[in-house]
C-alpha cells in the first residue's frame, strides 16, 4: 500500500487521494461500529431507535452512556461496547495519522 524507501515521494495530488481512502475507511469502520450499537441497544435494552443511536453515538465518541441500563444483558453489551469503542477510537486514529507520518518518514530517509 506504502512506496518502498527506494521509490520517490509521492506527489500531492496521490498524498491526497491516499489521504480521502483513509477518511473514507475510517468512516466506514465507524458506520459500521456505529449501527451494531445501535442495533445492540436496541435489542438489549429494547431502546427505541433513537435513543439507541444515542448512546451508541454517545458511547463510540467516548463521552459515555446517556440512559439507565435496565437488564443484565443490556449492561454487559454497554460494557463490552464501551471497551471496543475505546480500542476503536485508537484504532481510527492510527488509520487516519499513518499516512502523514508514512510520508514525513519517507522524505526523511528516501534515497532519491
Not at 521509490?7 to 477518511?23: D, E, H, M, Q
Amino acid at each position: 500500500m506504502f512506496e518502498s524507501k527506494s521509490k520517490p515521494v509521492i506527489s500531492s495530488k496521490a498524498f491526497t487521494n491516499r489521504i480521502l481512502y483513509w477518511v473514507l475507511v475510517t468512516c466506514i469502520l465507524v458506520a459500521i461500529s456505529l449501527f451494531v450499537g445501535v442495533l445492540g441497544y436496541h435489542y438489549f435494552e429494547n431502546m427505541p431507535w433513537i435513543d439507541a443511536l444515542l448512546n451508541a453515538s454517545m458511547i463510540l465518541g467516548g463521552m459515555g452512556q446517556v440512559s439507565v441500563l435496565n437488564t443484565e444483558a443490556g449492561k454487559i453489551f454497554a460494557s463490552l461496547y464501551a471497551l471496543y469503542s475505546g480500542f476503536f477510537l485508537v484504532i481510527c486514529g492510527g488509520l487516519l495519522l499513518a499516512p502523514i507520518f508514512h510520508r514525513l518518514l519517507h522524505k526523511f530517509h528516501s534515497e532519491r
